[in-house]
Nanobody, 126 residues
Framework: QVQMVESGGGLVQAGGSLRLSCATS????????LGWFRQAPGKEREFVAT????????AYTDSVKDRFTISRDNAKNTVYLQMDSLKSEDTAVYYC???????????????????WGQGTQVTVSS
């Protein structure tokens, strides 16, 4: 049974911070690339951040660079997304995901990910 469970979402004022967590279990191994995606109302799901199996490489979509930080703790089977300087356009449901592929160190496409969490709502008020 594969499980990915997000937590940490909520309502925050613009300029504030939130830290999302995603606990993984089952077949999600420490060797897998993990990522965060988001989907705003009426929009397609978009890539936010990804991290290699050992945390040595990360990638971000341009709109969150220098504001968001992805990290992972393989001992705790958890991936995090620290979100600072939040803007109203960051409002979305945030999903964590795991890629069961090994040809690259990180992946930015939703199609590269096999396992997904149920999502956590982040709302930024202006």
């Amino acid at each position: 049974q594969v499980q990915m469970v997000e937590s940490g979402g909520g309502l925050v004022q613009a300029g504030g911070s939130l830290r999302l967590s995603c606990a993984t279990s089952g077949r999600i191994m420490a060797s897998h690339v993990l990522g965060w995606f988001r989907q705003a109302p009426g929009k397609e799901r978009e890539f936010v951040a990804t991290i290699s199996w050992n945390g040595g490489e990360t990638a971000y979509t341009d709109s969150v660079k220098d504001r968001f930080t992805i990290s992972r703790d393989n001992a705790k089977n958890t991936v995090y997304l620290q979100m600072d300087s939040l803007k109203s356009e960051d409002t979305a449901v945030y999903y964590c995901a795991a890629a069961i592929k090994y040809d690259r160190r990180v992946y930015t496409g939703a199609d590269d990910y096999v396992y997904w969490g149920q999502g956590t709502q982040v709302t930024v008020s202006s």
